[in-house]
């Protein structure tokens, strides 16, 4: 397996694998499909230059099987998104691989933390993360995609 930030010329990779993971699970994303699918190439090429989110593939025999992507929800708050890996590919360490990506980026950046959003239902994705030394924090929003599910706020601390 191997783990990289996308390039622009991976933009139909991430294209792709973003897709089916916003078909796969579609209410764990704050985008929904149609919206994704609807984005013209010129979207996708600079999503994968990461000019605004930087976006990691993983790769089993150069098929990608996950992704995840770390950006700036503002100023300072540095964001874990986008989280998934192919249901045939789960409990192989691919997901432990990508986090740990954005984990290392979020430390060369100097950040003092690292922030995701999940819904409390996720309760796969809930353990993960607690796993990987994410806690729960005291904020709620709506997915924008699904506004009836709540998203709770999780932070691991950088060093």
């Known amino acids: 397996m191997e783990i990289r930030a996308t390039q622009k010329e991976d933009w ?3 294209k792709q694998i973003r ?3 916003l078909q796969d699970t579609p209410t764990a ?3 929904s499909y149609e919206t994704a699918a609807a984005d013209s190439d010129a979207q996708w090429q600079v999503r994968a230059a990461g000019e605004r989110t930087r976006f990691w593939l993983a790769f089993d025999d150069d098929r990608p099987v996950g ?3 770390g950006g700036f929800r503002d100023a300072i708050r540095y964001e874990l998104i986008a989280m998934w890996v192919e249901p045939a590919a789960r409990g192989a360490g691919v997901a432990d691989a990508l986090v740990t990506a954005v984990k290392s980026r979020a430390v060369a950046l100097g950040l003092e933390a690292l922030f995701l959003e999940v819904a409390a239902e996720n309760v796969r994705a809930v353990q993960f993360y607690l796993r990987h030394g994410f806690v729960f ?3 709620w929003e709506p997915i924008d995609s699904h506004p009836h599910i709540l ?4 932070r691991w601390r950088c060093g």
Do not use: I, N, P, T
């Open 12 to 14: 139909q990779l991430l």
């Open 19 to 21: 897709l089916a993971a």
């Open 137 to 139: 924090m005291d904020e």
């Open 29 to 31: 994303f704050g985008v």
């Open 151 to 154: 998203a709770q706020s999780m």
């Open 67 to 69: 992704l995840v992507g």
